[in-house]
Structure formats: structure tokens, C-alpha cells
């Protein structure tokens, strides 16, 4: 079988790397060709069609700077998909982008599979329409997400959630332990918080700085900040400037295994925090009207995936306006020790346990590759 893979976004990639690892156990024949990051580079043995650092823009305003460049990208992935011929389509979350090239494959007689669900559940709920006319099988990774497809009459595959895979294939290989991690990276004693900031570059020049107020209103900690692969470190020299900050590059797993606390930015990160049982605050603010527009249009409760599949405030959402060095401050010293932590640890065992444990990846690509087949 051939596959055409179209992930923007690093976790996409991730999610993207380990499916892939899975559907070349049970068809070693199989083929790929993608848009992606560095994670399925190393897994598919070759570069992508277009890398996922030339793909993130966030917000709307960011997308109308950058329409004509969009456009340039939908033209040259219809290409590059006709050109290779696939079986199948497999579309990874990021929306915007993989919805509008889910009618055009369909109308080439390609299978669409969707891995990833849109947040049609938060906002823009008329894609369903989309989603039940384009894609020949959606697969859902939230719980919550399967009831949300059966009240609009379209049934969706759920096999639990990929990142618990990732953290079970990070836990089987040698990582290095705490002291090694302090010696390559330049680290002393103190108990170590992790600083994630996202993989944009505006949320890190907006975030960052906020982020970062903390390091000389608690000393007894250090703090070392996470940067995303598609990042370069140029970005981060003027932040963290005249601040005893450290960065680690594409590590930040071995960062989490290790941190006694962590300030995170909303996203798939948070969730990643929770599994490796490390009490965070989580972080967005954003452009204002990009969120004045964003407000009007989605409708949830939280932002962040761990109170949204508990369905509870469980972390503290600093978000918008009230994203500030006070606000951050307080928050910080309740989740440094005291039940506010303890809390927070108790919630995520029971997040876990909703997850449904680890090889979704493995699971998801039987059902693609039988159902293809």
C-alpha cells in the first residue's frame, strides 16, 4: 500500500512517526511520502514534501498575513499527492489545512483517513458536514469525542489516546538519568521547573517573557526552558538574556522525567505534562484580536486537555489578560507543594486510567491497513 501522510504541527508529526512505525510492522512493503517533521523523517528514512516549520500559523491574523503562501501550499500538495499515486490519504488534526485537501482527494477517488479529530466539539461545528461527505473514516483520540460523532449520525473509531504510545516507547529506552541529564545540560542542585513555551515563535515572544518573571521570584528553583525543534535558538537569546535560564533542544521528555514543576502553554503539552505526573500551570495569550474573534466563536469550558477530558478544573488556565507575573506567581506557589499539588497528582492518575492505556498507534493501523486491504 501506498500512504500520503499531511501533518503541520510537531505533535502531528509525532503521532505521524509512531503510526507509521506500526503500519511498516504489519505491511513491511508499505510506502510513504508526506508533510512532516523531523520525527516521521527518521522513522519513513527520507525527507518530507514540505517541512512542518514552513507550515505553523497561528491565529487569524497570522493566516491573513500569510494567505498567498497557504494557497502556494494547497497547490503544491495536490501535486505532490498526484504525483505519488497513494492508496490512502492520512490527514493529521491540523484542520484548516487537511479539511480543504479532504474534498479534493475524495474527488480524485483516493481514501480519506482522518487520525486526529478536528475540535469540531469547541468550534466550527458545521465541519462535521464535511467530515461525514469527504472523510471515509475518522479516527478520534478523546473519549469524549465518539458520543459528540454519534449525535450527528457518523460513526468514528476510537482506540485510546497516541501519546500514552509515546510515553511507553520514551519509557523502554535509555534515557538518561537525573544526574546525567544536569551534567550535559549545565545544571546545579535545585529542584528543576520546566518552562514549556509552545513551538510558535509569536507564542514564545508573547509567553515567554511572562514565563520567565518566575525565575528570580523563586530562586530555590531552576528553571530550564523546552525548545521545539523547528525553533531556532536565535528567538530565545534576548528573552532569556541577563536571566539564569537554561535551554534544552528536542528534549523536551527528558526535561518533563526530571522537573519538579512546569509552567506550560496550552496544547497537547499539557497533556504530556499529566502523564509524566508533573503539576503545571498552563499559559496562553495570544493575539488580541485573534481572541476577541476566538471568543465570540468557540464554545468551551477549558482550554487545556486535561481539564477538558476530566471535565473539571483540575490546572490552573492563566489565559489572556490574565496571563501576568502576579497572577503567575500565585498560582506557581500553590502547585509547588501542599494539597493543591496533591490534588493535581490524584486527578491525573484518574486521567490516565480514561486514557485507555498505550497502543493506540498499534491498534489504529490494523484498522487502517484491514480496512484497506
Request: glycine residues 4%; positive net charge.
Amino acid at each position: 500500500m501506498k500512504y500520503f501522510i499531511i501533518a503541520g504541527e510537531a505533535s502531528g508529526d509525532l503521532h505521524g512517526a509512531n503510526l507509521v512505525r506500526e503500519i511498516k510492522r504489519i505491511d513491511s512493503h508499505a510506502q510513504f511520502s508526506f508533510w512532516g517533521g523531523d520525527a516521521m523523517t527518521e522513522q519513513i528514512g527520507k525527507a518530507p514534501k514540505k517541512h512542518i516549520k514552513e507550515l505553523a500559523f497561528m491565529g487569524f491574523v497570522e493566516v491573513l498575513k500569510n494567505i498567498f503562501t497557504i494557497f502556494k501550499n494547497f497547490k503544491q500538495c495536490k501535486k505532490d499527492i498526484l504525483d505519488f499515486k497513494p492508496d490512502a490519504v492520512i490527514l493529521i488534526d491540523y484542520p484548516g489545512f487537511n479539511l480543504r485537501m479532504a474534498k479534493f482527494i475524495h474527488q480524485n477517488n483516493i481514501k480519506v483517513l482522518y487520525y486526529i479529530s478536528p475540535t469540531v466539539w469547541a468550534w466550527k461545528e458545521s465541519r462535521v458536514k464535511t467530515i461525514k461527505k469527504y472523510v471515509d473514516q475518522m479516527y478520534v483520540i478523546l473519549p469524549f469525542e465518539k458520543p459528540f460523532y454519534q449525535k450527528h449520525q457518523y460513526e468514528v473509531a476510537y482506540f485510546g489516546h497516541p501519546l500514552l504510545d509515546a510515553m511507553s516507547l520514551y519509557s523502554t529506552n535509555k534515557r538518561p538519568t537525573l544526574e546525567e541529564f544536569k551534567t550535559s545540560h549545565s545544571l546545579d542542585n535545585r529542584p528543576i521547573v520546566a518552562v514549556l513555551p509552545g513551538s510558535r515563535v509569536k507564542e514564545v515572544n508573547v509567553k515567554l517573557p511572562i514565563m520567565l518573571a518566575l525565575v528570580e521570584q523563586f530562586p530555590q528553583f531552576q528553571f530550564v526552558v523546552s525548545v521545539a525543534p523547528a525553533l531556532d535558538l536565535s528567538i530565545f537569546e534576548p528573552i532569556i538574556a541577563n536571566k539564569n535560564v537554561k535551554l534544552v533542544v528536542n528534549k523536551t521528555y527528558d526535561l518533563l522525567s526530571h522537573s519538579h514543576s512546569a509552567i506550560v502553554t496550552s496544547g497537547t503539552a499539557t497533556l504530556e505534562t499529566a502523564l509524566f505526573k508533573i503539576p503545571q500551570v498552563v499559559c496562553y495569550k495570544g493575539d488580541a484580536l485573534s481572541f476577541k474573534i476566538a471568543k465570540l466563536i468557540v464554545d468551551v469550558k477549558y482550554i487545556s486537555l486535561v481539564n477538558l477530558i476530566l471535565d473539571k478544573k483540575s490546572v490552573t488556565e492563566l489565559i489572556q489578560d490574565d496571563l501576568t507575573v502576579e497572577n503567575l506567581v500565585r498560582e506557581f506557589k500553590k502547585i509547588i507543594d501542599g494539597q493543591t499539588r496533591n490534588d493535581i497528582l490524584n486527578d491525573y492518575n484518574v486521567l490516565e486510567n480514561a486514557l485507555g492505556g498505550s497502543g493506540a498507534s498499534k491498534r489504529i493501523a490494523e484498522h487502517m491497513t484491514q480496512n484497506l486491504n
